[in-house]
C-alpha cells in the first residue's frame, strides 16, 4: 500500500538473539505504521526447533502488522505452524522469480563484489553461473 522509504527502516539495536527468539535473516521494519516483514531464506538448512513460531510470538507482540516470508529451494512451512495464522505466513521459492529478480541485480550493480554474491546465489539455484555465461 505505501513504498517503504529510508526514514522509516532503521537498524533493530534492542534485539538480542540469545534471549529473545532466534536470528532473523532479514527484518525490515517500517516504524511509523508498526508494521514488519521477516524473510527467512532456507537454503540447504533444515528449520531449527520451533524457529518460524518463535518469529511469530516476536511479530505478534511487538508489530500492529507483520508477514513472515520463507524463501527456499523447495522447502514449505509446517501445515501446523500455517494453524497460528496463515495470513501472516508466505512461502516463496527461488524458481518462483527469485532467480529473474537476480539476474536484473547483477546487471544493474557495478559493485564486484554485489556481482559475485548474487552470482552465487543464482548459480546454487540454477546451476549457471551469470559470470561464466557473460564472460563477467
Known sequence: ???LKASVLSKIEDYDEKKDYGRL???IENLQENKAIVIENKIYAKDQNEQLRRYFRYCKQKYDDFRILYLSLNNKIDSK???????KF???????????????CFHATENADE??????????????????????
Request: aromatic share 12%.
Open 1 to 3: 500500500k505505501h513504498p
Open 25 to 27: 535473516d532479514i527484518l
Open 81 to 87: 505452524v500455517l494453524e497460528l495464522d496463515p495470513s
Open 90 to 104: 508466505c512461502e516463496v521459492f527461488y524458481k518462483d522469480g527469485i532467480c529473474e529478480w537476480l539476474n536484473k
Open 115 to 136: 556481482k559475485s554474491i548474487i552470482n552465487q546465489y543464482i548459480q546454487m539455484n540454477t546451476g549457471e553461473s551469470v559470470i561464466e555465461k557473460f564472460n563477467f
